[in-house]
């Protein structure tokens, strides 16, 4: 797998959703290699040595999900880096400059043989990585609903997410509300 440096908002959104998937924060959303499949196949991720994953593949996802998080929870910039960056040595090699229909493009090639989890922690390095130097750390931040334990990293142009699941944690949040504000004369 090659990941543009360009394109640190997908390795984010990755991120953001596979930490999503934990039981932490709602029901195990990844409890079988199909389901790792299917969350692959819906982040378009094709890997390079993996054609469909193993039981072993969704263990190694599910303690890369664990990293993940730890991540999005460190307190400084540095310490995301820090984490990023092992990440990215589990399977990134050096960057590559290639020519493609959009030009000249750097990317980051994972190694040769690579395991599912370690392919998936380089793309999600190179992710958290860009949103440090694009966006701040600011953006790593805690679901804004009160019974929510997920994380997430806030890519959007404005930066005023709040929840990591907006469809999820905002609505519910929003029909809480609501139903306080009938309910009150």
Do not use: K
């Not at 000249?104 to 043989?113: D, E, I, K, L, N």
């Not at 804004?144 to 519910?172: E, I, L």
């Amino acid at each position: 797998m090659e990941t543009p440096l360009s394109d640190y908002a997908r390795g984010a959104a990755v991120a953001t959703d596979l930490v999503t998937t934990s039981p932490t924060v709602r029901e195990e959303a990844l409890p079988t290699p199909g389901a790792l499949a299917s969350f692959l196949e819906e982040h378009r991720i094709r890997l390079d040595t993996v054609s469909f994953p193993s039981a072993e593949d969704l263990h190694h996802v599910h303690l890369l999900r664990r990293e993940v998080r730890a991540i999005m929870e460190t307190e400084t910039a540095d310490q995301a880096v820090a984490g990023a960056h092992v990440l990215i040595g589990r399977a990134g090699l050096a960057p590559r400059l290639r020519h493609s229909d959009d030009g000249w493009q750097w990317s980051v090639p994972t190694a040769p043989g690579a395991g599912l989890a370690d392919e998936l922690a380089a793309l999600i390095g190179l992710g958290l990585l860009g949103v440090v130097r694009s966006l701040g750390h600011s953006r790593f931040r805690p679901c804004a609903a009160p019974d929510c334990r997920g994380v997430f990293v806030d890519t959007s142009r404005a930066g005023r997410r709040r929840y990591c699941m907006p469809d999820r944690c905002g609505n519910r949040l929003n029909v809480a509300n609501h139903r306080a504000r009938r309910v009150s004369p």
